[in-house]
């Protein structure tokens, strides 16, 4: 069964840098084929999605985000991290992770992490 | 890349059959058959539907369909029931490795 879970700060302040973690079991990342994406959704709003990992270290970015998106991956710990600097009340959202399939589709998803930009 | 374009809501009686419309560009749904559709619940993650245009994962019942033509994809709802009533989001990949949502569509069941 492949699970991902999402943790990291609920609150940080304007300009900080956010870092999040996604915890995954059910799968390596280690093996040919396997990605995982970020994705995001501020409250009441659509999805976006953010950056994808793959197995053989290549990393994709959202056009819009990607000087501010940096993801990483720790196969050892079956985990992916993302950084987002200079963090804005506009990326106040839910943070999700998601096992990206075929370069195509999203599943599953983690429960998500809400994670809220104030001073 | 801008959002792929959906109705904000769509509703249906208990039993009926809806359509949930997904517009795109030529440089999205147009040109790739990689549309996949998902079903959020309030407060919960969302569960993939719809995989590549028209395929649905085991454990997804089959009164979920999907099709495609030029730069519209569709998900139809037969036979709508209570639990059906959620937020639907279509997403495309958009080529240069990157992929774009829709705009979400509320269903409810009247």
């Known amino acids: 069964q492949v699970t991902l879970k999402e943790s990291g700060p609920a609150l940080v302040k304007p300009t900080q840098t956010l870092t999040l973690t996604c915890t995954f079991s059910?799968?390596?990342?280690?093996?040919?084929?396997?990605?995982v994406s970020w994705i995001r959704q501020p409250p009441g709003k659509a999805l976006e999605w953010l950056a994808r990992?793959?197995?053989?270290?290549?990393?994709f970015y959202s056009t819009s985000l990607k000087t501010r998106l940096t993801i990483s991956k720790d196969t050892s710990e079956n985990q992916v991290v993302l950084t987002m600097t200079n963090m804005d009340p506009v990326d106040t959202a839910t943070y999700y992770c998601?096992?990206?399939?075929?370069?195509?589709?999203?599943?599953?998803w983690g429960q998500g992490t809400l994670v809220t930009v104030s001073s | 890349q801008s959002a792929l374009t959906q109705p904000a809501s769509v509703s249906g009686s208990l039993g009926q059959s809806i359509t949930i419309s997904c517009t795109g560009t030529?440089?999205?749904?147009?040109?790739?058959?990689?549309v996949s559709w998902y079903q959020q619940h309030a407060g919960k993650a969302p569960k993939l539907l719809i995989y590549?245009?028209?395929n649905r994962p085991s454990g997804v019942s089959d009164r979920f369909s999907g099709s495609k033509s030029g730069n519209t994809a569709s998900l139809t709802i037969s036979g709508l029931q209570a639990e059906d009533e959620a937020d639907y989001y279509c997403?495309?990949?958009?080529?240069?490795?990157?992929?774009?949502f829709g705009t979400g569509t509320k269903v409810t069941v009247l």
């Open positions: 059910g799968f390596s990342l280690s093996s040919s084929g396997m990605r």
């Open positions: 997403s495309s990949y958009t080529g240069s490795t990157t992929y774009v």
């Open positions: 990992i793959d197995w053989d270290d290549d990393k």
């Open positions: 998601a096992r990206t399939h075929l370069n195509r589709w999203f599943d599953p």
């Open positions: 590549d245009v028209s």
């Open positions: 030529s440089s999205d749904v147009g040109d790739y058959s990689y």
